[in-house]
């Protein structure tokens, strides 16, 4: 599977944005699509995922309430749209699929950069 991540972008604090990737090749009811994101100088950090099904979601406590995932299976695109943006959300985002397990991603997009001022 093939990852192409787009819609970040310069954002005042408070604003929005939503950021879609794009996947190619087949999914599977079971796959899971994940978006990560790493600020400058720090480590990569789980944001959220789905299940391909739409069975199953899951956030991160800090944007829980703020960003929402979704995803369209005819388009084979995940979203995020993301809601009362901080300067802290300020990072690369990159969205990764895995094939069974939410925490075991194989592939990666290209990333995304959200920069959110104050």
């Known amino acids: 599977v093939q990852l192409q991540a787009s819609g970040g972008g310069l954002v005042q604090a408070g604003g929005s944005l939503r950021l879609s990737c794009a996947a190619s090749?087949?999914?599977?009811?079971?796959?899971?699509m994940g978006w990560f994101r790493q600020a400058p100088g720090k480590e990569r950090e789980f944001v959220a995922t789905i299940m391909w099904s739409g069975h199953s979601i899951s956030y991160a406590n800090s944007v829980r309430g703020r960003f929402t995932i979704s995803r369209d299976n005819a388009k084979k695109m995940v979203y995020l749209q993301m809601n009362g943006l901080k300067p802290e959300d300020t990072a690369v985002y990159y969205c990764?699929?895995?094939?069974?397990?939410?925490?075991?991603?194989?592939?990666w997009g290209q990333g995304t950069l959200v920069t959110v001022s104050s």
């Open positions: 090749g087949r999914l599977f009811s079971s796959n899971w």
């Open positions: 990764a699929w895995a094939m069974a397990r939410a925490t075991e991603y194989g592939s």
